[in-house]
T-cell receptor, first 114, second 113 residues
Framework: DTEVTQTPKHLVMGMTNKKSLKCEQH?????MYWYKQKAKKPPELMFV???????INESVPSRFSPECPNSSLLNLHLHALQPEDSALYLC?????????????FGPGTRLTVL | GQQLNQSPQSMFIQEGEDVSMNCTSS?????WLWYKQEPGEGPVLLIA?????ELTSNGRLTAQFGITRKDSFLNISASIPSDVGIYFC?????????????FGKGITLSVRP
């Protein structure tokens, strides 16, 4: 299995809602990443988990809360988002942060905040 | 911070033509990656380069790691309509648990049938 899967594919939420994005990989990778991507822009790194511990937080607002329940799963909990948070949220994984650099991306969750 | 420069922002070619894209930086990178992203999808890794001067092919795609370690190029030969997408270069300059990829701004490729 060489895939990174993400659910849901699309999500519409109000500014007072709480929702979660989910990411799963079964490649035995030990590093997982959340990126935010605006239209026609490159992905922007948000968080890195290495061996299930948060190793990088790129000064992301606290309304985004990551969680890594185990080495295969990565969640992003969303609360009190703003319309400008609307974007494609990408999950990626790699063998291990600092090991081979190839990151494999999931298809993304298209988030719209009303 | 580190930046990767990709230009032009958009390229328009005729089906069957070859196209070359490059990615430059003022900083040294020790790994270069090329990704393609189609609408509504995540980026897909095309080629990874690890050594200065390395030339690697993947089907109709060829990429090279510049000998100065400050640039890389991607060449697509005999383009077809499904080559349409955004091509991002990405580089990594260090290793360790806090290593990150730096992405270029991407080049949107259009192929006219």
């Amino acid at each position: 299995d060489t895939e990174v899967t993400q659910t849901p594919k699309h999500l519409v939420m109000g500014m007072t809602n709480k929702k979660s994005l989910k990411c799963e990989q079964h490649m035995g990778h030990r590093a997982m990443y959340w990126y935010k991507q605006k239209a026609k822009k490159p992905p922007e790194l948000m968080f890195v988990y290495s061996y299930e511990k948060l190793s990088i937080n790129e000064s992301v607002p606290s309304r985004f809360s990551p969680e890594c329940p185990n080495s295969s799963l990565l969640n992003l909990h969303l609360h009190a988002l703003q319309p400008e948070d609307s974007a494609l949220y990408l999950c990626a994984s790699s063998q291990g942060a600092g090991l081979t650099p190839e990151q494999f991306f999931g298809p993304g969750t298209r988030l719209t905040v009303l | 911070g580190q930046q990767l420069n990709q230009s032009p922002q958009s390229m328009f070619i005729q089906e069957g033509e070859d196209v070359s894209m490059n990615c430059t930086s003022s900083s040294i990178f020790n790994t270069w990656l090329w990704y393609k992203q189609e609408p509504g999808e995540g980026p897909v890794l095309l080629i990874a380069l690890y050594k200065a001067g390395e030339l690697t092919s993947n089907g109709r795609l060829t990429a090279q790691f510049g000998i100065t370690r400050k640039d890389s190029f991607l060449n697509i030969s005999a383009s077809i309509p499904s080559d349409v997408g955004i091509y991002f270069c990405a580089g990594r300059s260090n290793t360790g648990a806090n290593s990150k990829l730096t992405f270029g701004k991407g080049i949107t490729l259009s192929v006219r049938p």
